[in-house]
């Protein structure tokens, strides 16, 4: 997805150079992704900035995402939060939009701040939506981009 693809008044943040592949509690995948991408940007600035992270994890096949998934969605069941790179993290297993062939979300609490992430597995591919801001994390607009963010992926895996 592109930055006019996104809701009105976003900039997208500079490539991240950092590779952490963090994951929750620090549970290990069964399988390493062929490919995966991710961007952040950012609208507002001050006490209400908003963000969001867009990224797409793909797998060699179907079932290896699908493990993948599985074993998110699995170490979620137990893992309520954790401390990473000095920031306390709280989760909470949140409803997802019923889009591809499963979906989770996770309220995550970092600090004091809110972030909502979206996980939606699609054919070999893992898509993710998050963001959030200190004053507001609006889950109309994230999962709308989470929406948009999956069908662009399904056109483009078509084609």
């Known amino acids: 997805m ?18 952490v592949n963090k994951t929750f509690c620090d549970y290990k995948p069964p399988f390493d992704e062929k490919v995966k991408v991710r ?11 908003e963000a969001l992270s867009l990224g797409l994890r793909q797998y060699e096949s179907p079932e290896q995402a699908k493990a993948g998934f599985d074993a998110m969605t ?6 309520t939060g954790e401390t990473f790179e000095g920031s306390k993290l709280t989760y909470a297993p ?9 979906s989770i979300g996770v309220r995550m609490k970092v600090d004091d701040t809110d972030v909502l992430q ?5 054919g070999p591919t ?6 959030g801001g200190v004053m507001d994390a609006n889950t109309d ?19």
């Open 74 to 79: 699995k170490a979620l069941e137990t893992c």
């Open 141 to 159: 607009e994230i999962t709308g981009v989470l929406q948009a963010q999956v069908d662009k992926y399904r056109a483009a895996a078509s084609d």
């Open 39 to 49: 961007q952040s940007f950012t609208k507002g600035g001050g006490m209400s900035t």
């Open 94 to 102: 949140m409803s997802a939009p019923k889009i591809g062939d499963a």
């Open 118 to 122: 979206f996980f939606v597995l699609v």
């Open 2 to 19: 592109g930055i006019q693809d996104l809701p009105v008044g976003y900039s997208q943040d500079p490539p991240e150079t950092d590779n």
């Open 126 to 131: 893992l898509v993710n939506t998050g963001g």
